[in-house]
């Protein structure tokens, strides 16, 4: 008779505004949005990324993004979010725990994320080991997302072990 596999779920959240820099690029799921504005940010400003690693360190009881990469730290000063990720993946690997997925609700009037879905879900999968899937959300106009003053998303990740 096998084990019971333990099953361990985290959310993660981030958010950040539009930079007020016009040439700070905007990085969503490890990918350059061209001709847009850039998140305000200590780090690339990868919101996309932050939730995945926050709802991964959760999960895993490993506490959250700020305990990890301080954004005091002037070691993580636009630091790639994606290379965060992967450091993540490998402290909850290292805990004993496979990822099973990552699912992420970004929110956004702009830009749109159809065009990019495909690269966003394969550099964040590669980055995790397990796959990642993004959607896309609109505010429909509501409070300051929909006023496009920022971005933000929502991630869930499952951890299985045994």
């Not at 985290?10 to 350059?32: A, E, Y």
């Not at 850039?38 to 690693?53: F, M, Q, R, W």
């Not at 909850?92 to 966003?120: F, K």
């Amino acid at each position: 008779m096998s084990a019971i596999p333990q099953v361990r779920v985290g959310q993660g959240f981030d958010i950040h505004r539009f930079s007020d820099d016009q040439l700070r690029p905007l990085v969503l799921g490890g990918c350059v949005f061209e001709g847009q504005v850039g998140l305000h940010g200590h780090s690339d400003a990868d919101a996309v990324a932050h939730a995945c690693a926050d709802a991964l360190l959760g999960a895993a009881g490993l506490g959250d993004i700020g305990q990890h990469f301080p954004d005091t730290d002037p070691k993580w000063a636009g630091a790639d979010s994606i290379e965060m990720l992967r450091h993540v993946s490998g402290l909850v690997a290292a805990q004993g725990w496979t990822i099973g997925n990552v699912d992420c609700s970004v929110i956004c009037e702009t830009p749109r994320l159809a065009p990019m879905r495909d690269a966003m879900q394969q550099r964040l999968s590669d980055a995790v080991g397990a796959s990642v899937s993004v959607k896309g959300r609109r505010a429909e106009g509501l409070g300051a997302l929909g006023r496009r003053e920022g971005i933000a998303c929502f991630a869930v990740a499952v951890l299985l072990k045994g």
